[in-house]
């Protein structure tokens, strides 16, 4: 229990910081939120300007802490104010509409990669020097290759020239948002080309990571007792050598899925898919503090939240972490 306590207390203390930060550093940008607004409705009568400065929480200056104690207040109700580069719409109301878009194709993408580059490492790992081992290069080319460059690539191929595949968009014109099998399938078909961009240009990663730590764990003593007592070479790799193995492989994929909100920015603008990273960066360019900070506090407290729960899941698989807190 107290290794828990004590890493509840640091991602206490960490998500403060993260609030704290999220405030000020908008703040620090050149530029004005209401008067970006005003420049957007030049038919608004300078009474707004006042109106405006408060249903922002921009007052003046001289009020920036008190602005700060409000800012707290506002995200522990769960209110994020109104999007400047989209006014008048609810910043919740944004998230709400390209979160799922993000969490279902990078999400989807990036549990994918994990999964088969870590298999594809238990088993290099495990029968080092064989044809794995002579494939994983040609795979790490993928890795190095900047993945919106492989997106336009992919695009030029599958899309513009085969037509095997749309060129972007999340789904097709003409249909509804829905729950309805017409859009799921045309918003499925969409991703399909962004999704394998992510997968070809992470599994590498994820399975040189496996193979080394499989090749220094095969090593340990407790590996080689078992193969010395006659254990079948399933049991063996599973039970005893990728099981220890995956601990450094779990640390990396919390903090992996912590990101997942955060998108893929140039990859969502090659494909002008309409996720959280092109909000992101509309946000930006626009000044749009409320989102741009609305969208920083769900990044960073999805980052620790998947943290928190790899930690949990290691004091689960890992006796040692268990010894640890017991001490």
Do not use: C
């Not at 550093?25 to 038919?43: L, Q, T, W, Y």
């Not at 989807?108 to 029968?127: E, S």
């Not at 990663?205 to 499989?214: A, D, S």
């Not at 990396?252 to 990101?259: D, Y």
Request: zero cysteines; aromatic letters at 14%.
């Amino acid at each position: 229990m107290g290794f828990i306590v004590r890493r509840l207390v640091f991602y206490v203390v960490a998500a403060w910081a993260a609030l704290t930060v999220n405030f000020f550093i908008p703040r620090a940008m050149p530029g004005n939120a209401v008067e970006a607004i005003m420049s957007k409705f030049p038919n608004l009568q300078p009474s707004a300007f006042h109106a405006l400065q408060a249903m922002l929480g921009v007052a003046h200056p001289g009020s920036l802490w008190h602005q700060y104690f409000t800012y707290i207040d506002d995200v522990f109700h769960f209110n994020f104010g109104v999007s400047v580069s989209q006014y008048p719409a609810k910043v919740s109301t944004l998230l709400g509409q390209t979160i799922p878009w993000t969490l279902t194709l990078v999400g989807a993408a990036t549990v994918i990669a994990f999964f088969l580059g870590t298999a594809l490492g238990i088993a290099a790992g495990w029968r080092h020097g064989g044809w794995l081992d002579r494939v994983l290069p040609g795979l790490m080319f993928f890795q190095a290759i900047p993945y919106f460059f492989l997106a336009l690539i992919l695009v030029d191929l599958l899309a513009v020239t085969v037509h095997l595949f749309p060129i972007g968009q999340g789904y097709a014109a003409g249909y509804v948002p829905g729950w309805h099998w017409s859009f799921i399938g045309s918003a499925i078909y969409h991703s399909v080309l962004p999704a394998f961009t992510i997968v070809i240009t992470s599994v590498a990663g994820w399975m040189l990571q496996m193979r080394n730590v499989m090749i220094t764990t095969i090593g340990e003593d407790y590996v080689l007792a078992a193969q010395a007592k006659g254990l079948s070479s399933r049991r063996v790799v599973f039970t005893y050598a990728a099981r220890n193995a995956l601990l450094p492989q779990l640390q990396g994929f919390g903090l992996a899925l912590g990101f997942v909100v955060s998108g893929a920015i140039i990859m969502e603008i090659v494909f002008s898919y309409p996720g959280i990273g092109l909000l992101l960066l509309n946000a930006v360019t626009s000044n749009d503090y409320p989102l741009m900070q609305a969208i920083f506090l769900v990044i960073t407290f999805t980052v620790l939240v998947a943290n928190f729960v790899v930690d949990l899941v290691l004091v689960l698989v890992d006796p040692r972490v268990r010894s640890q807190e017991g001490a």
